[in-house]
């Protein structure tokens, strides 16, 4: 519980010293987080949370694969990382409005 406290200490921090990024690189795409998102701050805590993201693509392209569903896409985080590692076209599904339209903008 303590470990928990402090990660969402550090967050409330970083809100309030407007460290928290709008645009954030993933793999030479600059995705717009929207106000406030986490992603960086959870990156930050978890160095291998997308690492091997872009294995996947290239395992889909060892099989072949014509489409990758990206099921909660959030920000489009996991899209950006595997769009460049393969030649299957990725299809995004995100429920949440304000994502949707972010992922709808970039991609």
Known sequence: ?????KKIQRVFK???????QRFYNIDGFIL???EGHTLPVY???HPMYDKFVPYLGVIANDCSARYLLDIGANVGDT????IRHTSANVVCVEPTKKFYEL?????
Do not use: R, V, Y
């Open 43 to 45: 990156q930050n805590d």
């Open 103 to 107: 992922c709808k903008k970039m991609f």
């Open 1 to 5: 519980m303590k470990k928990l406290m």
């Open 32 to 34: 717009d987080l929207g």
């Open 79 to 82: 899209t950006a990382a595997l």
């Open 14 to 20: 970083s809100a309030g010293n407007n460290e928290m």
